[in-house]
């Protein structure tokens, strides 16, 4: 279920090439090149649990793509699924948020779901940071500058 409904493969898989296309597009016009892709919100989690979610990412980003890394919550069922697609990927880990018992991301819907503190933030880095390539925190959450400058990778 995506979204609050039951998710059409087909639909991700198009929709999430179409999407890539366009920035790889924007990207040239600019004189860049894309180089990642990260699954945002409720797809990203969605694919972090549901394999067929996850393969229905990948194959969108090969059809216009086959050398971008691709992102995922480390330790996740989306981590093996992209590299059995054939990509390197990048295994993620986030420094704002809290994890189920699963290992997946609580909902940012559910109170508590947001970590404020950095300290507690740090030592979460320190416990994930053997099965992570890169590190998330939320910009639009209050205090991100705060918790960026408190969680340098440097002092972790």
């Known amino acids: ?3 609050g409904v039951t998710y059409d493969a087909v639909a991700i898989r198009e929709l999430v090439g179409e999407q ?3 920035a790889q597009e924007a990207a040239r016009e600019e004189g860049c ?12 989690n969605e694919a972090a649990a549901n394999g067929e979610v996850a ?3 990948a194959a ?8 971008l890394f691709l992102m995922g919550l480390a330790k996740s069922v ?7 697609a054939g990509f390197v990927v990048l295994r993620e880990a986030f420094a704002d948020r809290r994890y189920t018992a699963e290992g997946l991301l609580v909902p940012r819907s559910e109170t508590g779901a947001m970590i404020e503190d ?3 933030a740090r030592a979460q880095l320190v416990r994930l940071g053997r099965f992570s ?12 500058l705060n918790m960026l400058r408190g969680i340098r990778l440097n002092a972790v």
């Open 20 to 22: 890539v296309g366009f």
């Open 60 to 67: 969108g980003v090969k059809q216009v793509a086959q050398d």
């Open 55 to 57: 393969e229905a990412i």
């Open 78 to 84: 989306m981590v093996g699924v992209f590299r059995r």
């Open 133 to 144: 390539d890169t590190v998330c925190v939320h910009s639009d959450s209050p205090g991100a």
């Open 33 to 44: 090149e894309l180089y990642h892709v990260k699954p945002h919100g409720a797809l990203y």
């Open 1 to 3: 279920m995506l979204f």
């Open 118 to 120: 950095v300290e507690e």
